[in-house]
């Protein structure tokens, strides 16, 4: 399929991944067909893009017309089924194997036959997640980075049944909406979470054994190794939960114990500390 052929996309999550893919999307001129567990939060998403694009046109970095025509190609569905004509659609919801599995099956039921049905899991399988489909050869991981419209890598993931015009069209179409793309094998985390996730676990493991505060961990990282963020913050940003999630898959489909996740942030997960979108995590965001 060439990617001119794809002109409206689905996407189904809400949440500052799946917005942040809309918005990617609805730049590079295409529609976007934004689901979720119903309209309300679909519509929520979009309230949220729209908030986002706002602070940038009363900086003066956009104008208020291309605003308003990028968010007229977001479209809140009531669901799945919107997706029957789309020929590409990524699911973009919560990091839990048994739920995305649902997800996939349920893409997978709703989409015709040739439409190319890619994941943004952070860790997970595709080959497994394909193997819920009856196209597993169309089943591609499509890993952005957060936040989405900022950040430069997609991560594309071949399953192992993935056929090369699958892998080929997702290459380009990750670099139609200005994507720099790497090729990662199908493990456990792929390249940057196998990397990343063992970082921001073993700063929980510093703040854990009181080698430092949240502070002097980030600013460690910051100044010392000039990463834009810390890890702690990074944590907060990416959402705990979901920090926890890859963690869990590492060291589950790894078998080395050197993943463990660091008891801090399972307890931070459990109190509901999950990061900025609850308002607490390492740190308050409360206002
Ligand atoms: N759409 C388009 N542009 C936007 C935007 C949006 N929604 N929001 C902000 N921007 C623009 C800003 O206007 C600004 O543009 P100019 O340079 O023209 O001024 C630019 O993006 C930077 O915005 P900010 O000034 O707000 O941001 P910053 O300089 O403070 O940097 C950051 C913020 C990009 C998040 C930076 O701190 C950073 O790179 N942090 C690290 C993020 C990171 O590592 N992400 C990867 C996480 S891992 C992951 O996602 C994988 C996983 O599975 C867990």
Redesign the pocket.
Known sequence: MSIDQIKVIGILGAGQ?GG?IA?VVA?SGRTALLADVDRARAEAGKAK?AK??G??VD?G??EASARDELLERIVPVDGVDAFVDAPFVIEAATENIELKKKLIAGLDAACGPDTIVATNT??ISITLLGAETQRPHKMVGM?????V???KLVEIIRALPTDDATYETTVALAKDLGKTVITAGDSPGFI??RI??PFLNEACFALQESIGTPQDIDTGAKLGLN???GPLE?AD??GLD??LA?ADVLHRELGDDKYRAANILRMHVAAGWLGRKTGRGFYNYAK
């Open positions: 991944m942040g918005q730049q893009i986002s694009l602070r940038r900086k970095k956009l952070s860790s890993h952005f980075m957060n936040p419209p900022i950040m940057v979470n990343l996730i990463h834009p963020m990074l940003l990416i979901t920090c890859i």
